[in-house]
């Protein structure tokens, strides 16, 4: 089935420092989107990339997307202590002509040290 | 910013019992979704909804879910003869997705079911 797997399951980081995130797919897709969780709370839209976009920014997240190896990477730069969370990146499935469910990858483990 | 909204944050219930979830969807949307997430899990697709009726559904909802959107602001997820294993936090999300295809889920901030 179509999943997003997230790489590494866990990333600690020096405040300051810069995050790169991956996630791989296996089926063609519409569009990719990042999302973040805090610990027991809900999840967070960061980003959408079309699958006819190659990168995309917004504020410090930088996204890439490589339909060709079914891969993208969020970047975090210059971390902050409340950039702390879990992130999941979730694909759609291209052909669907309405809205449909997004498929949650296991997500990576963000610890920012001080 | 408008927001889904989730009632209650925390239900703990007796197993056997029925549970409703709810939520508020953002109000000019038209798509809606419910996720269950396990601890330490994958967030996993339950259930999509719109115009009344359900378009899609996992292999986790079985005849034991339904949903119900009983007015135009609530959408309801009830469990029948809750199990153990439905334990998790519960996500409701929409969008407001007309036929196109780049528009992002918005989530609630869940419901954390306890089945004792």
């Known amino acids: 089935s179509q999943q997003g797997e997230e790489d590494p399951q866990a990333l600690s980081i020096q405040e300051g420092e810069n995050a790169t995130m991956n996630c791989s797919y296996k089926t063609s897709i519409n569009n990719l989107q990042w999302y973040r969780q805090n610990s027991g709370r809900g999840l967070v839209h960061l980003i959408l990339i079309r699958s006819n976009e190659r990168e995309k920014h917004s504020g410090r997240l930088r996204v890439t997307l490589d339909t060709s190896k079914k891969s993208s990477s969020l970047l975090i730069t210059a971390s902050r202590a409340a950039d702390t969370a879990s992130y999941f990146c979730a694909t759609d499935h291209e052909g669907y002509s309405s809205a449909s469910k997004i498929i949650f990858g296991s997500g990576t483990r963000l610890s920012i040290r001080p | 910013e408008p927001e889904v909204t989730q009632t209650p944050s925390h239900q703990v219930t007796q197993m056997g019992q029925e549970v409703i979830l709810r939520c508020v969807p953002i109000s000019n949307h038209l798509y809606f979704y419910w996720y269950r997430q396990i601890l330490g899990q994958k967030v996993e697709f339950l259930v999509s909804?719109?115009?009344?009726?359900?378009?899609?559904k996992s292999e986790i909802f079985d005849d034991q879910f339904s949903v119900e959107r009983p007015d135009g602001s609530n959408f309801t997820l009830k469990i029948r003869s809750t199990k153990l294993e439905d334990s998790a936090m519960y996500f409701c999300a929409s969008t407001r997705a007309e036929g196109q295809l780049d528009q992002p889920q918005h989530f609630g901030d869940g419901t954390r079911l306890s089945i004792l």
């Open positions: 909804f719109y115009n009344n009726e359900i378009s899609e």
